[in-house]
């Protein structure tokens, strides 16, 4: 049974930082490109960043470009994404997705993700 949980969102002021962090299970986890999407309100699912199964691929959405970087560690079965200069509209439920294929875009071709983690960026 595949278990795939996030870590890590709170409340930050804008222009601050956090560390998410994602473990799963019940998978090998160095044979699944990883990803972060966010969800907000009324809005659809996207994707922010998503990374190969080896790392030496990754792909950032503009919107993060610059400010985000999405790392793993094989060997903790764990991934990550340190959030830089955070701003307001990216306020959202954050989520993490295993997929045998990279990259990840398109959430609703996948089926491995976490409860998500809310991260909420005050003005």
């Known amino acids: 049974q595949v278990q795939v949980v996030e870590s890590g969102g709170g409340l930050v002021q804008a222009g601050g930082s956090l560390r998410l962090s994602c473990t799963a299970s019940?998978?090998?986890?160095?044979?699944?490109?990883m990803g972060w999407f966010r969800q907000a309100p009324g809005k659809e699912r996207e994707v922010v960043s998503c990374i190969s199964d080896s790392g030496g691929s990754i792909y950032y959405a503009d919107s993060v470009k610059g400010r985000f970087t999405i790392s793993r560690d094989n060997a903790k079965n764990t991934l990550y994404l340190q959030m830089n200069s955070l701003n307001p509209e990216d306020t959202a439920m954050y989520y993490c997705a295993a997929n045998r294929n990279f990259p990840l875009l398109r959430a609703g071709l996948l089926n491995y993700w976490g409860q998500g983690t809310q991260v909420t960026v005050s003005s």
């Open positions: 019940g998978l090998t986890f160095d044979d699944y490109a």
